[in-house]
């Protein structure tokens, strides 16, 4: 394993697998706040912690890179994701341990570097309320960055996790358990599918579901069911892709306007959004190519 477990490091390894992507780094890592830059270091060190070396993390970072640039060639030469199905893409991502492991590593080094996926992470904790106690809920862990990152900076006196992945369960885990980010009591991680009747738990105070609609079959379903979990004034965040093919993305919004509709229907008001074009395109220019985009939502019921 590599001795130095930093980003300078981290920038260094994933150059050296993928040269392409150096100079994009390297004007990337530039936009990080130093709180930022700190919270990454600090989550390269929990890595090292797991046997997770700085070879590992650029290999899973260009797992994400390659296989969604081959999703992106198919999606802009047929105009649809490569499966519709959940049963297409289980066995290949969420239950198998070795590539979902990688995909989830690479997906949080992704929340800090990649700009659009750095903006979004910044609204939800500008969003995310501080003073409310009560049971927060989110859907689909994965890495457990968010879930961690809700622990750390509000007030909720129960935490409760839903993941449907055996290796994102696991990897929240131990994000929470290392300890390396302070000593939590009062949460719990279930392995299992969010629209399986289950044990989750009513009237929560916040719901967060971040990446999930569109690696599911019915993306409407989700969103309702949140709506029935949620308290009265609840808070809801709900963050999804447009127009962006991944290896599991199996529902396709092809545009912010698709995925607001779809929250009214589930009796969710939107009050505050936050929709991020194509890094360098306008929005229009996004949609016009059909090129990705990312929208965030901080709802609520709307009775
Ligand atoms: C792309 S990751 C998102 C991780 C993190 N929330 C984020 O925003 O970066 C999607 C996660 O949703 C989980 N997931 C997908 N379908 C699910 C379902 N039906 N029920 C619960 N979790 C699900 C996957 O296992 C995976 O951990």
Same mark, same amino acid.
């Given at each position: 394993? $590599?001795? +130095?477990?930093?980003?300078?490091?981290?920038?260094?390894?994933?150059? $050296?697998?993928?040269?392409?992507?150096?100079?994009?780094?390297?004007?990337?890592?530039? #936009?990080?706040?130093?709180?930022?830059?700190?919270?990454?270091?600090?989550?390269?060190?929990?890595?090292? =912690?797991?046997?997770?070396?700085? *070879?590992?993390?650029?290999?899973?970072?260009?797992?994400?890179?390659? *296989? =969604?640039?081959?999703?992106?060639?198919?999606?802009? +030469?047929?105009?649809? &994701?490569?499966?519709? =199905?959940?049963?297409?893409?289980?066995?290949?991502?969420?239950? $198998?341990?070795?590539?979902?492991?990688?995909?989830?590593?690479?997906?949080?080094?992704? =929340?800090?570097?990649?700009?659009?996926?750095?903006?979004?992470?910044?609204?939800?904790?500008?969003?995310?309320?501080?003073?409310?106690?009560?049971? &927060?809920?989110?859907?689909?862990?994965?890495?457990?960055?968010?879930?961690?990152?809700?622990?750390?900076?509000?007030?909720?006196?129960?935490?409760?996790?839903?993941?449907?992945?055996?290796?994102?369960?696991?990897?929240?885990?131990?994000?929470?358990?290392?300890?390396?980010? #302070?000593?939590?009591?009062? &949460?719990?991680?279930?392995?299992? *599918?969010?629209?399986?009747?289950?044990?989750?738990?009513?009237?929560?105070?916040?719901?967060?579901?971040?990446?999930?609609?569109?690696?599911?079959?019915?993306?409407?379903?989700?969103?309702?069911?949140?709506?029935?979990?949620?308290?009265?004034? #609840?808070?809801?965040?709900?963050?999804?892709?447009? $127009?962006?093919?991944?290896?599991?993305?199996?529902?396709?919004?092809?545009?912010?306007?698709?995925?607001?509709?779809?929250?009214?229907?589930?009796?969710?008001?939107?009050?505050?959004?936050?929709?991020?074009?194509?890094? #360098?395109?306008?929005?229009?220019?996004?949609?016009?190519?059909?090129?990705?985009?990312?929208?965030?939502?901080?709802?609520?019921?709307? *009775?």
């Amino acid at each position: 394993m $590599n001795a +130095r477990m930093d980003l300078d490091a981290l920038v260094e390894a994933i150059g $050296n697998t993928n040269r392409l992507q150096a100079p994009f780094l390297e004007s990337s890592v530039a #936009g990080l706040l130093p709180e930022e830059r700190s919270e990454l270091d600090a989550y390269l060190r929990f890595c090292a =912690t797991q046997d997770i070396g700085l *070879d590992y993390l650029a290999r899973s970072y260009n797992t994400i890179v390659v *296989d =969604t640039l081959r999703e992106q060639v198919f999606f802009q +030469r047929h105009d649809r &994701y490569r499966y519709a =199905t959940y049963a297409e893409v289980a066995g290949s991502v969420y239950q $198998n341990d070795d590539y979902m492991r990688r995909y989830m590593y690479g997906l949080a080094l992704t =929340t800090y570097l990649w700009p659009n996926h750095r903006v979004m992470r910044r609204f939800f904790l500008e969003q995310l309320p501080r003073d409310r106690a009560g049971t &927060y809920l989110e859907i689909g862990p994965g890495h457990g960055m968010f879930f961690l990152a809700a622990l750390r900076a509000s007030g909720f006196t129960r935490f409760e996790g839903i993941d449907i992945s055996p290796t994102s369960c696991a990897m929240t885990e131990a994000i929470v358990a290392s300890g390396l980010f #302070g000593r939590h009591a009062g &949460y719990a991680i279930r392995c299992r *599918d969010f629209l399986a009747d289950g044990d989750e738990p009513a009237s929560c105070s916040a719901i967060v579901m971040g990446e999930v609609l569109e690696h599911v079959e019915a993306p409407l379903a989700f969103l309702a069911k949140i709506r029935s979990l949620a308290a009265s004034g #609840g808070f809801v965040f709900v963050t999804t892709a447009i $127009n962006a093919p991944a290896v599991d993305h199996i529902w396709l919004f092809r545009s912010p306007a698709e995925v607001t509709a779809m929250a009214a229907a589930a009796g969710l008001r939107v009050t505050a959004e936050l929709v991020v074009p194509y890094t #360098g395109l306008s929005l229009e220019e996004s949609l016009r190519t059909r090129m990705p985009i990312n929208i965030a939502l901080a709802l609520t019921r709307a *009775d």
